[in-house]
Structure formats: C-alpha cells, structure tokens
C-alpha cells in the first residue's frame, strides 16, 4: 500500500493541516517510508487475539454524576487568541 | 560550603545537609541558579524562574528552620515543558502553544511543590515530546554535555526528555521530571549518564500533562543516582481521581527498597534483544551487566520475547493513532497562536499547518491515516492486537525471572543533525525501550559505562507491573558495581 499525491491531500485535509504543494510529494515519501516499516505487521499472525486497549486490568471506576469543578470563565479565556464577552471568537460560521 | 561544591551533591546529599542545617535553601538554590545561569549554551532551560525558585526556597528555609517540611523540601529542580505549571508559561516546545500559561498546575508538579521542591525553570523537549534527540523542539536543539574524544561536534542529549537529561547531567538541577511514551526517559538518560525511571502505568497521574499518546504516556524522574530516583518518584506517584488510568495502590517507601539482597532474584535475558548489528561495545556491556548481578547473588536465567521485533512498527501506528486524536485540540480557538483565514475551516488548518514541526506533521498524519475509514482495521485494529502478544510474551517471560535486563540504548549518543533527515533511523533509538511502554511496565536506565569516545552507556532494567520497588533494589547494584563516577569536561560556562 502506498500513497500518492492525491492521499496526501486528502489526509492532510482529514487532519486540518495545510501542507504547501511544493512538500506534499516529499511528504507522501516520508509516510510510504514509515508505512512500508510499519507494514511488517501483516506477518504476524493474530486470529483469536483480542485488541489491547490498557495495559493494566482495572474496573473501571464510578464516581458520583455531580458538578465538582467550574466557575472561572476568565481563567478559561484568559489564553484565547480571540475573546469577546467571556466566548471564544471565531471566523463566522454560520452565512 | 562553596557554590560549586553546592552543585556537586546528589538529591538526597543535598536533603541531609538542609536537614543538618549545613547549608539553606536559599544557598543551594542560588547555587543551581548560578549553573543554570552560567549552563546557557547547553539550551536546556527555556524557562528560567530565578525569583520564583528563591521565595520558594526562602520558604522551605522557614520551614526546615522549624524541623518541618516535606521528602522534597528545599530542593532546586527542572520541569520539563510537558508539565503544565500554573502562572508559568507551557509550551510542549511547540509553535502552535504560543505563550500559553496554564490556569492549573499538573497534579506531579503539585505533588512536587507540595513535598518542598523548588522550581528552576521549564525544560526543553522534543516537540510534544516527539521525537529521540530534543531536536525537533521550536527552542532549538539541546546540547548533550558530554562530548566525545575528539570534541570537535555537540552531541545530542536524547530525547524528548533532552533538557532533563542535560541539567541534571550539567548539575544545573538536583534532578528533573520527564515524561516517557516510548523510550523519552530512559534513551536520555542513558545517552547523558544518568538515571532516568519509567514508572508502571498509571503510577503517577497524567492529569496536567500535556497528552501525547494516551495509554503509554507516563511521568518518572531523571536524576543523578538510583536512590534520588527513590526519592523522586515517591513524591511523584500517586493516585489521583482526576485522571481515571492513574492506580488507587498505595506509595510505597522506595527509598527503603534500596539495599536489597538479590540472593535468589531471578534476572531473565531477552534473547531477541541481540539485535542484528549490534555494536561489541553493547554486548560487552550487557554481559558486564549480567557478571554483577551475577555477583550480587542474582541468578541468570535466559528468557524469550518472541514478538520484540513488531514493537516499533506496532508503536508507530498506535502512538501517532492517539497522537493526531489528542492534537485535534490545537486548532486556535481556546489558546495558543491562531492564523486567520477566510473561513473556520482555513483558520484551521492554517494554523495547524505553521503551529506544528515537521515530526509533529509527520505522526499527525500518520496517525489521521491508519484511523482512516478502510484502514483503521488493517493498521490501528491490526497494531492493538500485536501489543496484546508483546504484553503476554512479558507475562510470560515473568513467570521465569523478577526482572529483565537489557541494553538501553543500540548506541552511544550521536551529533547533532545526523540522524535529522531519516526518521525511521531516528525511531530505532527507541529499539529496547518501547516494548515496556506498549506493557506499561515500569524500566530503569542506569549509567555502566563509557564507550572508545568516553561517552556514557547505560543497561535497562524491566519490572513487573508496579515492581519498582525491586528494579531500584537491583539497578542500585549495578550503579555500585559500576561505580560510574565520570563527569563530562565543562566546556558550556
């Protein structure tokens, strides 16, 4: 499997990164290169195997569904790069 | 006693002679802060906060004064830039965080401040701690203190823990916290001398730190000696309910763990860890390694982790997979720099495209495509399961052994720039280290020699799940056998 000009866009699309045109065939090199490593999985055979999503076995831990933190709008706009009245400002999204 | 003297002592050398009233605070901090000062070339700071370390270290004198105070107090340390700091700018060594200042303190920094210690200043990382060399981060690359023979090049300093491994190795700080997600504590450590502990999964919390990938970040300490490694994690560890993977189990005294009889400890050997290549100086140094253990009353058993090989490729699909899921969040809007555009969709990727660093772009984009609609069972799926069979060859390798020992590192550390240009050579750093990440098993680098270029090599300890006790037990042996008490020539002041 490997990418070509066209999977580079798309993925760089998918990931809302914009990648000048001069580099995206350098880039679509970078990536066939790590995929072509990471390929040598398909050896290994892993029928009956389940996917390993934690590494340590635990229950998962119940809490009370109650409000214990808040209140500080400012904090929480303090770093915004675009603020207005306590929300953060955006391009318009809505015509 | 004099400054340099000051910076001479080890983490717990410097907390018995506060505790003995040799010295204050203020004089060890003023010390560190001089070397911190004097240490610029190095790059390894990229926050100095002289004034706030000197108030809090006039304040661990009062209390110290009073025969009280915390495991930690009066301590000068560094924080790497992955932890956020309430009030002091947090930046992962990324563009796209700009001057971000965290409104909150990360829960192991907290427990840090919380035990007396005193913060330094901010480390430099590898971009979002991507990356094996601190070469990746916006601040620019960190020098590794030691120099080979020739001493015509700077040498890396490992990474992404690059600025925590060089001030402790500079004697800028007592000792550092790192992060490591595959190998970004202990290949640091290794590469600079010192001592750097990978703790279990889920030991110490992850809350406040910034994510890279999820479910094998974890946070230890870089310092000096095996026991200021005790001592640090002990104030580190932890359970917090404000990160639901970190573990309700008590801390134990891991300083009291030190000194241990290894008569009848079972010490496995990887076989698939002699790597094809393998340099002489390596297999020296590991069965240097295995004589004292040997020495020490260990037995030696050999052991098999038959799917070693698929941990990196394994790795680099779930690493970047959680990667490009935990980045999605730098998109402009709540901090950070944001470039405008037209529209929401451009201001996006606009600023995600100037915001991030080429390795950064890489493993985001990795990560987007093996998550992909027809992918994500052939890669990501694929991958899970394979880090299930490393996990169980470690299961099963323990039913033999109480602890592993490997190199820690394929090599010595290299310059600057050589490895910049192939990714995939970069990323087999990281060949002995990533397997205990994808286990969430706790590992330990321990200084044991030095290579023909007189640079530090170190051996990697594996424990069993929340076994650190007996990692530190036995990597103090190897630290007493080796009696690694070289120190790079000072060419940075």
């Not at chain 1, 389940?50 to 831990?61: F, H, S």
């Not at chain 2, 926050?47 to 661990?60: G, H, V």
């Not at chain 2, 002489?280 to 052991?303: F, P, S, T």
């Not at chain 2, 730098?330 to 995600?352: A, I």
Request: with cysteine; glycine share 10%.
């Amino acid at each position: 499997m490997s990418v070509d000009d066209k999977t580079v866009h798309r993925i760089a699309r998918l990931a809302r990164i914009a990648v000048p045109e001069e580099e995206i065939s350098s880039l679509g090199t970078e990536l066939n290169a790590i995929l072509g490593f990471i390929e040598q999985l398909s050896e290994v055979n892993t029928d009956d195997i389940l996917p390993m999503t934690a590494v340590v076995e635990t229950e998962i831990k119940r809490r009370e569904d109650a409000v214990t933190d808040g209140g500080y709008v400012k904090d929480i706009t303090a770093n915004a790069p675009a603020s207005d009245d306590d929300y953060f400002a955006v391009p318009k999204v809505v015509e | 006693m004099s400054a340099s003297k000051l910076t001479d002592l080890s983490l717990a050398e410097a907390r018995d002679g506060l505790r003995q009233k040799d010295f204050t605070s203020e004089e060890l901090t003023q010390a560190h802060i001089s070397a911190m000062e004097a240490g610029r070339k190095l790059n390894a700071v990229i926050l100095e906060t002289p004034e706030k370390a000197l108030d809090m270290a006039r304040a661990s004198d009062a209390k110290l004064s009073n025969e009280e105070g915390g495991a930690l107090e009066g301590l000068p340390i560094g924080v790497k830039d992955l932890f956020c700091t309430k009030g002091v700018r947090t930046t992962a060594c990324s563009k796209i965080l700009g001057d971000f200042t965290p409104p909150y303190e990360s829960t192991v920094t907290q427990n840090l401040w919380d035990a007396g210690a005193v913060h330094l200043g901010k480390l430099n990382n590898d971009e979002f701690a991507m990356g094996s060399s601190n070469e990746t981060s916006c601040f620019g690359p960190v020098n590794n203190p030691w120099r080979n023979k020739a001493k015509e090049t700077n040498l890396v300093p490992g990474g992404s823990s690059g600025g925590s491994s060089a001030s402790v190795a500079a004697h800028i700080g007592v000792a550092a916290t790192a992060t490591d997600t595959g190998g970004s504590i202990r290949q640091p450590a290794a590469f600079t001398g010192t001592v750097g502990l990978k703790p279990t999964y889920g030991r110490c919390s992850r809350w406040g730190i910034v994510a890279f990938a999820s479910s094998l970040d974890q946070a230890g300490p870089i310092t000096r000696t095996v026991r200021d490694s005790a001592i640090m994690l002990g104030a580190m560890a932890g359970h917090d309910a404000k990160d639901t993977t970190s573990i309700d189990t008590p801390v134990p005294d891991y300083e009291a763990a030190l000194g241990a009889n290894l008569n009848g400890k079972k010490v496995g050997i990887p076989k698939e860890y002699r790597i094809d290549g393998m340099s002489d100086e390596i297999e020296e140094l590991w069965q240097q390694g295995i004589d004292w253990l040997k020495d020490a009353g260990a037995e030696i058993v050999d052991v098999s982790l038959p799917h070693t090989k698929y941990a990196l490729p394994a790795y680099y699909i779930i690493a970047p997979a959680e990667a490009s899921s935990n980045l999605a969040r730098y998109d402009g809007v709540r901090y950070g720099t944001r470039l405008e555009g037209d529209n929401l969709l451009e201001m996006y990727e606009k600023t995600r495209g100037a915001g991030f660093g080429a390795e950064v772009r890489r493993r985001i984009m990795i990560g987007t495509y093996v998550l992909s609609a027809g992918y994500y069972d052939a890669y990501y799926l694929k991958a899970l399961k394979v880090r299930r069979l490393i996990s169980e060859d470690f299961k099963q390798a323990f039913e033999k052994c109480d602890v592993l020992l490997t190199p820690a590192t394929p090599s010595s550390a290299f310059a600057i720039g050589e490895n910049l240009d192939d990714p995939l050579a970069m990323y087999m750093n990281d060949v002995f280290t990533v397997t205990v990440n994808l286990a969430g098993l706790p590992g330990i680098s321990v200084p044991a020699g030095l290579d023909a270029q007189g640079l530090p090599l170190g051996l990697q300890l594996i424990g069993q799940p929340f076994g650190e006790e007996a990692l530190l037990g036995m990597a103090e042996k190897i630290e007493q056998a080796a009696g690694f008490d070289a120190r790079p020539d000072v060419w940075w002041e």
